[in-house]
């Protein structure tokens, strides 16, 4: 057999695990009923779209073969986490009403981070260029496709256990950010410049604020979408706009294979984070919170790896369970 015909017979195994439903694979009920369940719920809450059903629906996938079950188990942390987001419509204004922060986290901004008595945003908003306006859109656009495409380039490369560490350092990133939403919920700088520092107003929308311009350039309205289903209006500190492609600098640097992705990444980190100030979402103490989340989940997913491979190679670590019941014998 030569070397083309063993690589087509490769690619046709590859594609023949992945498209072919499995014949031996028990079946489970519990992922599809858990799903079909969500998409009830929220029907009955209100508000069905046809993403949400998508969503659900990835729970059959646990039903169609090998392939599809490892990648719903990898992925579903940020499953969850799209869940868990998409629910905050339902409480987060009872939730926030009466306690959002206007002027606090302005007046910290331009105490420690001001430049001739503005903070970066208002200079941003007085000094803007249209290649910024088309850089740092782009980024905003794209921040958490960057996190999907790693994840999924890593997966198909096989490397199981680090999308795994994506997978919950998506998830526990979010969860931290969002409850810090409602123990702090915070104005972002395009509220104070439209509404100034008085009392939070509980009847606006999410705001595109200088993301506009991108869409005003290109002629599209990707932003007045995006924030259109957004419900978050107060909840700037921390930026998790920041804290992604932290996340994803780890993982390129702890992946040998990756070596190529490390430029890039940093690249789209530094960006990003002047994406966030320059487009008036974040101020920089915002920046600086979401880089710390970060570094937290880092630790802790970190931590949780070498604990698996611990557990998985017990005799490399020196904890051997038969050699242990020897010693104590």
């Not at 009830?40 to 073969?65: K, Q």
């Amino acid at each position: 057999m030569t070397i083309h015909s063993e690589t087509g017979h490769s690619r046709f195994l590859v594609l023949r695990d992945w498209l072919l439903p499995s014949r031996t694979m028990e079946r489970r009920i519990l992922p599809p009923a858990a799903g079909l369940v969500y998409i009830a719920a929220v029907a009955l809450l209100g508000g069905l779209r046809p993403d949400h059903v998508l969503l659900g629906l990835l729970g059959f996938l646990d039903l169609y073969n090998e392939k599809s079950r490892l990648f719903l188990r990898l992925f579903f942390p940020l499953i969850v986490t799209g869940a868990v987001y998409d629910s905050m419509r339902y409480f987060y204004w009872p939730g926030i009403a009466g306690r959002v922060h206007v002027a606090g986290p302005y007046q910290f901004e331009l105490r420690w981070f001001g430049i001739a008595g503005q903070t970066l945003n208002e200079l941003f908003a007085a000094h803007h260029w249209t290649a910024l306006d088309l850089a740092c859109g782009f980024a905003y656009l794209v921040y958490v496709g960057e996190y999907l495409a790693v994840a999924f380039l890593l997966f198909f490369r096989g490397r199981h256990e680090m999308v795994r560490a994506l997978s919950y350092a998506f998830l526990i990133v979010n969860l931290l950010g969002f409850a810090t939403y409602f123990l702090y919920p915070a104005a972002p700088p395009w509220y104070v410049a439209q509404y100034g520092l008085g009392p939070a107003r509980l009847d606006i929308h999410p705001d595109a604020a200088a993301a506009s311009r991108f869409d005003a350039l290109l002629g599209t309205h990707f932003f007045e979408e995006m924030y259109g289903r957004g419900v978050d209006v107060y909840g700037a500190f921390p930026s998790l706009h920041a804290a992604y492609p932290l996340i994803i600098v780890w993982a390129v640097f702890r992946e040998p294979a990756m070596r190529w992705a490390r430029a890039p990444a940093l690249a789209f980190l530094a960006l990003m984070c002047l994406s966030a100030v320059y487009l008036q979402h974040h101020y920089v103490t915002d920046l600086v919170l979401g880089i710390g989340y970060a570094v937290a989940t880092i630790a802790i997913v970190a931590q949780r790896r070498a604990a698996r491979a611990s557990s998985a190679q017990p005799a490399a670590s020196g904890s051997d369970p038969a050699l242990a019941r020897r010693s104590a014998s």
